[in-house]
């Protein structure tokens, strides 16, 4: 049993989790994008138990993923690469993981907006409708174990040390609680680098000149060169999909199952499926 809570203990990270909200309900309150929306706001306790229990299936899942690939790929790259690679300065390797592992995040999310099969899943973080800090954690397990593969297994197989992925790692996770949070934070001219609020509000808009819009996960600069960059300076007011997405966490994992057996009706090919668009 004491084995068991260990276990849980490192899924669950409830120092982290308390620090981050100690953090973020502040800063929403001092800087707010939308100051009427509320701390509690709507289905905040759903997401609470994505924050909670997602992970643990998450990791689990991609740990079983990636192992497993790994060993196919350990026949193929040779490890000579790996000493090669890990004799550049741990910041030039921060840099070079970040620009491989969200060109791979940015093919992923693409992917999954592109895809009828795979938008079933990746609908479930589109439903939210008022973003915060919580927000991101709202995602269906196959969404993520699927695009942490295909943005950190490059990363992996070229053999980085495991100093420069924690520094990816560790701004990843940062970042990603920032441009989901409700702050009005500008990042001025540096906005076309790094992923902020104002950039990631807008692929959460339910616009339609927002549709299918800014896919990177932290350099915006990738969907200007792939001619997906959406970054008008007001801010949307209108979040979330037309998808019947349902509310509750355990209908939330079910639903992209339920759509694949024909159960429930499907929307339309992307996000928004009143979309017209061929």
């Known amino acids: 049993m004491r084995w068991g809570s260990n276990v849980m203990l490192e899924l669950i990270d409830l120092k982290a989790i308390l620090i981050i909200a100690?953090?973020?309900i502040p800063l929403e309150r001092l800087l707010p994008l939308h100051a009427d929306q509320?701390?509690?706001r709507k289905h905040w306790l759903n997401d609470v138990i994505y924050l909670f229990f997602n992970g643990i299936l998450?990791?689990?899942?991609?740990l079983a993923l990636v192992g497993s690939l790994m060993i196919a790929i350990s026949f193929v790259v040779p490890e000579s690469l790996f000493g090669i690679v890990q004799a550049q300065p741990i910041w030039l390797q921060a840099i070079e993981v970040t620009l491989v592992a969200d060109t791979g995040f940015y093919l992923a999310h693409r992917a999954f907006h592109s895809m009828p099969f795979l938008w079933k899943f990746h609908s479930i973080h589109h439903s939210i409708e008022e973003m915060d800090w919580l927000a991101g954690h709202r995602v269906h397990p196959v969404d993520q174990i699927a695009t942490m593969t295909a943005s950190l297994l490059p990363v992996y197989a070229l053999g980085f040390s495991g100093a420069a992925i924690a520094i990816y790692a560790l701004v990843y996770q940062g970042q990603s609680l920032l441009i989901h949070s409700n702050t009005r934070i500008r990042f001025g001219p540096f906005k076309w680098v790094l992923a902020s609020p104002q950039f990631h509000h807008w692929h959460h808009a339910n616009e339609r000149q927002a549709y299918d819009k800014?896919?990177?996960g932290q350099l915006p600069f990738?969907?200007?060169l792939a001619g997906t960059l959406y970054m008008p300076e007001r801010m949307p007011t209108v979040y979330g999909t037309d998808d019947p997405v349902p509310a509750h966490y355990h209908q939330q994992l079910a639903y992209p199952l339920?759509?694949?057996?024909?159960?429930v009706p499907a929307g339309g090919l992307q996000q928004h499926p009143g979309d017209t668009r061929p």
């Open 38 to 40: 509320k701390v509690l």
């Open 258 to 263: 339920k759509q694949l057996a024909g159960r």
């Open 22 to 24: 100690m953090i973020f």
């Open 214 to 216: 800014n896919f990177a």
């Open 222 to 224: 990738i969907d200007a």
């Open 58 to 62: 998450i990791k689990l899942g991609f």
